[in-house]
């Protein structure tokens, strides 16, 4: 990088996720005075401004946000090309598949069978994710392929194919006003209590009320039970039923899509054999 070293991005990055330099150089492992002595060098040689600084906050300025959102980007970059030169020598190399429990629409089972039958298979590592984590563990290099949902998880810099496409329902109290109805519409979700997802910025869902946040299915499903908010989600992640709550078909949601998703610019055999695989196995060739 001519005018930004990957260090330099590091630094930034951290001070602008923590949005506080002390909390930053300990992450960091450096001094406080070094690392505001590196940004304001930063900010000098990009000609911009990237944070605001007082005397009791720090907040990014819009090239900060740009260069942060961007910045990100280019160090999973970076982390992948230098995990997947070190795999490309490793022929004995497992492929590591990452999914959030219970997001496979029960389809995981016949994708791993249907790989261990192809001539070319390696072992599988399952790793599991967080609701808006995963999409990065393959951008960064940690696994080969993901299990995502569209349209909730950031796609950048991967290619996927998708596997299934499924309807969502709503997740309601037993009491609530629109439990005794066969479905649902956005339009009756509309004025309702719904979750805030940390990290997802569009979840097709009305903008209601202002409602806890959450990060996986199972935080919603102990919020809705607690009557703090109702749920829309897709139909798989919505099983098994919870035998306190009730589960209407939304007819008018936009669709969600199970997809299997791997880097750009990834061509190994393992990870084409793997995709090969799963679209055989979810019948979607």
Known sequence: MAELETRELEYFVAVAEELHFGRAAARLAIAQPALSKAIRRLESRLGVQLLVR????????????????????????VSAAIEKARRAVDRQAHLRLVIKPGGDANLLSGILA????????????????????????VRDGRADA?????????????????????????????????????????????????????????????????????????????????????AMLPRSLAQPTHPDLVYRPVTDAPHSELVLAWARDDRRPMVASFVAAAVDAAGTA
Request: proline share 7%; charged share 25%.
């Open 146 to 230: 993901a299990l995502l949902y569209v349209p909730f998880d950031d796609m950048t810099g991967l290619d996927h194919v998708t596997l299934t496409v499924e309807g969502r329902v709503a997740i309601l109290p037993p009491d609530h006003r629109l439990a005794a109805r066969p479905e649902v519409t956005l339009a009756d979700l509309a004025q309702e209590t719904l979750p805030r997802w940390k990290g997802v910025r569009w979840t097709g869902a009305p903008e209601g009320g202002l409602g806890p946040e959450v990060t996986d299915a199972a935080e919603v499903l102990h919020m809705v039970r607690l009557g703090r908010t109702i």
């Open 54 to 77: 007082s005397s009791r906050h720090v907040a990014l300025t819009p090239a900060g946000e740009a260069l942060l959102h961007h910045g990100r980007h280019a160090l999973n970059a």
């Open 114 to 137: 249907a790989y261990a039958d192809q001539p070319d298979a390696r072992q599988v590592d399952i790793l599991f994710g967080g609701a808006t984590d995963r999409a990065d563990h």
